[in-house]
């Protein structure tokens, strides 16, 4: 595609649910990175893929947080039990390769748990 | 990956010249420097990356000092578009994440 699309845009979900977001990264970039960002805070990473394996997944703050990639391609996070702590925009990002060379994000989904 | 420091804010009259500030006094060898912009509510916008050299592009020019210690992220007709929070990073050529700090607030006023 254009770039990277994210979906849903806007999700709101009750406190204990399961949510998935899902990424569609620029075609051909095999490096791909979820970061989320609290209302007026900064970036936080999140976990980092190159192709299918996530050699940095540093950041998930929690084991209710995971994500997966598959074909290369697409990649879903998922939060099981949400609390309101996780009202973030979770945004994604793609790269042609990992290292020196741009990342292009999404425009996010904003997640609100009530 | 090496910390950088911003001043957190700075305004800039629209058609002038922004000069945007960044220190990084313990990037090493292999570590670039690169600049992102957040425009309001969206995702964050590549601007330029270099490694020791001056780089110019369509959006903007950086300027790393020689000891690559600082540099400065230079848009040379600022238009009231270019409001954002400008974030400056280091990253080693072989780090996947990008570390993002607090970054600068730019204003650019009519």
């Known amino acids: 595609g254009a770039g990277v699309s994210q979906s849903p845009s806007n999700k709101v979900t009750e406190k204990g649910k399961d949510v998935e977001l899902r990424c569609d990264p620029i075609?051909?970039?095999?490096?791909l990175y979820w970061y989320r960002q609290s209302l007026g805070q900064g970036l936080e990473f999140l976990i980092y893929?190159?192709?299918?394996?996530?050699?940095?997944k540093s950041g998930l703050p929690s084991d209710r947080f995971s994500a997966e990639r598959t074909g290369g391609s697409v990649s879903t996070l998922t939060i099981q039990r949400t609390q309101q702590e996780d009202s973030a925009v979770y945004l994604c990002?793609?790269?042609?390769?990992?290292?020196?060379?741009?990342?292009?994000f999404g425009q996010g989904t904003r997640l609100t748990v009530v | 990956d090496a910390k950088t420091t911003q001043p957190p804010s700075m305004d800039c009259a629209e058609g002038r010249a922004a000069n945007l500030p960044c220190n990084h006094s313990?990037?090493?060898?292999?570590?670039?420097v690169y600049w992102y912009r957040q425009i309001h509510s969206q995702g964050p916008q590549y601007i330029i990356h270099?490694?020791?050299n001056n780089e110019t592009n369509e959006m903007a020019s950086l300027i790393i000092t020689e000891d690559r210690k600082s540099s400065t992220l230079i848009l040379p007709h600022a238009t009231l578009r270019d409001t954002a929070v400008y974030y400056c990073?280091?990253?080693?050529?072989?780090?996947?994440?990008?570390?993002f700090g607090a970054g600068t607030q730019v204003v650019v006023t009519p």
């Open positions: 990073i280091v990253r080693a050529d072989s780090w996947g994440k990008l570390q």
């Open positions: 270099g490694l020791k």
């Open positions: 313990t990037i090493s060898g292999n570590e670039y």
């Open positions: 893929f190159q192709g299918n394996s996530a050699p940095d």
């Open positions: 075609s051909g970039h095999t490096a």
């Open positions: 990002a793609s790269s042609y390769r990992q290292g020196n060379t741009e990342a292009f």
